[in-house]
């Protein structure tokens, strides 16, 4: 662990800057306002337009702000290079000019870090018009490794590392490299990191899309398929070199498989020429036969093992990618309830291609699938769910179209007929479902449990009577509409000043009734609420009281010299069940009693 007293600054930010004049305020600023002990870096390669001035503006305001001016050399490597030689944090953290930080992202990334000991540290990134690595932002995460996780998918370096994890490993870029040179460097430090983490309740990072196309990733030939591919083998080199062979290197291949060098044979290749093509189908065939295992193979898609068997054909692979490349048009038309099954209708097509279509429901947390079989009619479908056979969780609606061993997803819900509303909750066998839409693109998910729908229900107070010294209540509860007796977990007692609560056992009588006993409260007043398990999160709902003739008078009683007095009412407003307690010794009524008597 870094003695925290051999650094001047627990965290040095590094920017490379080239003619970001336009951005160059907004990422400032937002570097400025992080909460932690820092340096702001920023190297300006050669810019010709007016970013050198604004930056000397900012150092001679800022005195956490320096300036580093360089001949243009094209590639963020030397830039970045050159900020890493200046650091003088705990951690470093690159930042590209055209992009900013949430206000707290450093602090909550730094207390990740400070807590877990940790080398790299994932902020969760969001994009702007540009695409952005989700899978490992799922959940916050203390420590990760890379064999039971996502985060190797993401090879940027917008991420918090340690200084001298870097500097024991001799980690910089390559800067030889015009792009890529940031997955090379992730990927070593990947290597060597004992400890990895992840924040992923805060949006740390924001990754701006250029609207002028002046980025280097934006620029005509930045992804040029061959120049991509040779480029490809030095990170894969570089991961072969620290990680044997085995299921770990199989794992973190099948990263570099599918995003780097089997995506070259999508839209890439069908904007190839023939004689292009020919030769990206050569150079993925030759990654493939230095790398591509057992082990690989079997991890990667279906898709992606159909045009592995493709690669002498090169017909084939133009085939497979304008099914991978033809727009997935489909429309809800109707959504309903019959009896405990979900019926779904809808259109779906495949432009310029006939398949197998169905319905795919995914879990986000879990990430499990349910195939759903659909009957179909030309472009037209229907499916029906027994939410019953669901487990709980979050489940998003997909089409599935498979043609040519490819399979497309497209979810379903955002062009929909306006008569197919969302239907009304679903209680059924103790677990309730809702049908929602998302915002703000409105797609069809299915809530099984009540983890972030709102769940329609309702308590309703139908009698209480006074056994001996315990208060009985009885009710009705109602789930979406339907009796909901089969929910109902325990009756809670919460004391309005201090929070106190005092949990009842309640139980069913019925398929609608509930009863629960109480034994004397303490003093206060005490709000009553019924706690439903309904397959997700236990869920309170206010007992509300229908008639005021249900409710039992007052009830007093002495214990000692103590008088307490317990008045179950309603309240004004919302006729919530509430009780009022009051205790009273006997030298208190008595000092009562003679001051009225004096009066």
């Known amino acids: 662990m870094d003695a925290l007293s051999d650094y001047p600054v627990d965290v040095s930010v590094l920017v490379p800057a080239y003619n970001c004049r336009a951005f160059l305020d907004r990422c400032l600023t ?24 604004l930056l000397e503006l900012y150092a001679r305001h800022h005195s956490a702000i320096t300036v580093v001016h360089q001949d243009h050399t094209g590639t963020p490597g030397s830039a970045r290079n050159r900020a890493l030689a200046r650091a003088r944090g705990r951690y470093v953290f690159f930042c590209d000019a055209d992009d900013y930080l949430g206000p707290l992202a450093l602090e909550k990334m730094l207390a990740t870090a400070d807590r877990n000991g940790s ?42 590392f340690r200084k001298t994890m870097l500097d024991r490993h001799r980690i910089r870029f390559d800067e030889s490299l015009r792009v890529g040179e940031d997955m090379e460097f992730a990927v070593h430090a990947y290597c060597h990191a004992d400890v990895i983490s992840i924040v992923a309740d805060y949006d740390c990072y924001h990754l701006m899309d250029r609207e002028d196309g002046s980025s280097l990733m934006q620029e005509p030939g930045s992804r040029e398929p061959l120049a991509w591919l040779r480029m490809a083998r030095i990170p894969i080199a570089r991961m072969i070199q620290h990680v044997p062979p085995g299921p770990l290197r199989d794992h ?58 493709s690669l002498t054909d090169p017909d084939r692979l133009v085939r497979l990618a304008r099914v991978q490349a033809a727009p997935l048009r489909r429309r809800l038309t109707a959504l309903e309830w019959t009896g405990d099954r979900l019926q779904i209708s809808g259109s779906v097509k495949l432009s310029g291609f006939e398949g197998s279509v169905g319905l795919l429901l995914k879990e986000r947390s879990q990430r499990a699938e349910c195939r759903i079989p659909v009957t179909r009619v030309a472009d037209l479908f229907s499916a029906s769910i027994d939410v019953a056979d669901l487990a709980t969780g979050i489940w ?19 062009d929909r007929d306006r008569r197919s509303t969302r239907p009304v909750p679903r209680f059924t066998g103790g677990v309730v479902a809702l049908p929602y839409l998302t915002r703000p693109y409105g797609n069809l998910s299915l809530d099984v449990g009540g983890h972030v729908v709102r769940v329609p229900a309702s308590v309703r107070l139908t009698r ?35 929070g106190r609560e005092r949990h009842v056992e309640a139980v069913a009588t019925g398929s609608r009734g509930f009863a629960a006993e109480t034994n004397p409260l303490g003093r206060g007043i005490w709000d009553a609420y019924l706690e439903l398990d309904m397959g997700g999160p236990t869920a309170r709902f206010p007992v509300k009281v229908g008639e005021p ?51």
Not at 259 to 283: N, W, Y
Not at 290 to 300: C, P, Q, S, Y
Not at 482 to 498: N, Q
Not at 554 to 579: E, N
């Open 119 to 160: 080398d790299i540290v994932l902020g969760k990134v969001v994009g702007h018009g540009r695409k952005a690595p989700v899978s490992m932002f799922r959940a916050n995460a203390e420590r990760v490794t890379l064999q039971g996780s996502t985060v190797y998918n993401s090879l940027n370096v917008f991420k918090l």
């Open 549 to 599: 003739k249900s409710l039992e008078r007052a009830r007093t009683w002495w214990q000692g010299t103590t008088r307490w007095t317990t008045r179950p009412y309603a309240t004004a407003v919302s006729h919530r069940l509430s009780t009022s307690v009051r205790r009273a010794t006997f030298f208190t009524l008595a000092r009562r009693a003679f001051r009225r008597i004096r009066l």
């Open 464 to 498: 209480t009577e006074w056994v001996e010294r315990r208060f009985r209540i009885e009710g009705q509860v109602m789930v979406g509409g339907r009796p909901g007796a089969a929910a109902v977990r325990r009756l809670v007692w919460r004391e309005r000043r201090t």
């Open 30 to 53: 937002s570097l400025l306002v992080q909460r932690v002990s820092k340096e702001i870096i920023v190297v300006d390669d050669g810019s010709t337009d007016d970013t050198r001035s």
């Open 252 to 309: 973190l291949l099948v990263r570099h498989f599918t995003f780097d060098v089997l995506a070259q044979l999508g839209e890439p290749f069908l904007a190839a020429d023939e004689s292009a093509r020919e030769k990206i189908a050569v150079e993925v065939a030759d990654l493939c036969q230095e790398w591509l295992t057992d082990g690989v193979r079997a991890r990667l898609s279906a898709a992606d093992n159909t045009r592995l068997a």
């Open 396 to 414: 998003d609606v997909f089409v599935a179209v498979e043609c040519e061993g490819i399979r497309r997803l497209g979810r379903l819900g955002a």
